[in-house]
């Protein structure tokens, strides 16, 4: 007997997958401030699971390698240079 397929072309399965992948989004970033040791509130979990997009999420993810309070993924400077990822070595020098 065919399996049907119609469901899994559907809108509302690309609604569910969206979903996931979001939800995998602010799962990593989570684990990531988790392993860091830096706290995560309530008030930043829920931010964090609001609808914005990918982008955003790319770059919250950015400074979560970085920021010390996980209230600052949502206000860090907007771009972070390689060196600065590297926990403030000034350009030119050797780490």
Known sequence: MP?????????TAE?????GRREGRVR???L???????EVTDAVRERMAAPVDD???DLWFSRALIV???EDIFTAPGRL?????RRNTPPGSRT
């Open 3 to 11: 399996i049907p397929t119609w469901f899994f072309r559907s809108e």
């Open 15 to 19: 609604k569910l997958r969206e979903e």
């Open 28 to 30: 990593n970033i989570l």
């Open 32 to 38: 990531l401030l988790q392993l860091r040791d830096v």
């Open 55 to 57: 982008a955003t999420r």
């Open 68 to 70: 010390d309070r996980a």
């Open 81 to 85: 240079s390689p060196w600065r990822m």
